[in-house]
């Protein structure tokens, strides 16, 4: 009798551990994730947008689908949302494309070297990366209790945005 005593608060000690663990590794991984994602961004082309998120959540760059943060369900590649910026923090406009519709690296460049106004509002400058809820970034993650017992554990976890100054944006140089 006292061992089955003793064992129900042992498990409860050991089960609240165990999600007071989980719940500190998904609090820094999402914010690790954007870190992520707006890193592969400025270096990758804009038309990478699946292939980042996919790094972004620790997963192999290749394949399609959802998939979800390793012990971490509340986030995934389909939450990590890529803005392209101009230098005044706007979406710009026409974004620069070849003349099959891709992302061009080249014509960005030669954007934001232009002293043309038109020719610069299509110049990406930054990369923000954030999560994503409904299509718009969100402030939180609902963090999810992976047992039942600590309801209380259902808390939001502050979400960061990360912005960064565009880099190559997938510019290679051989071509």
Known sequence: MEFAIVAMVFLMIVLGI????????????????????????VVRTADDANRIARMAVFHDEAGSGT??????????NAEVKLNYLRGDLAAPSPMPVDASGRFDPAKNLAACNSADPTELASCVRFVEACLATDGACANTVKYAPMIGLF???????????VLMPAESLGFNISE
């Open 18 to 41: 165990m999600e007071f663990g989980r719940l500190l590794y998904v609090w820094n991984t999402v914010q690790e994730v954007t870190r992520r994602a707006a890193r592969e961004a």
């Open 151 to 161: 309801p209380f554990l259902a808390i939001d976890i502050p979400v960061s945005r």
């Open 67 to 76: 998939v979800h943060l390793p012990a971490g369900l509340e986030i995934s």
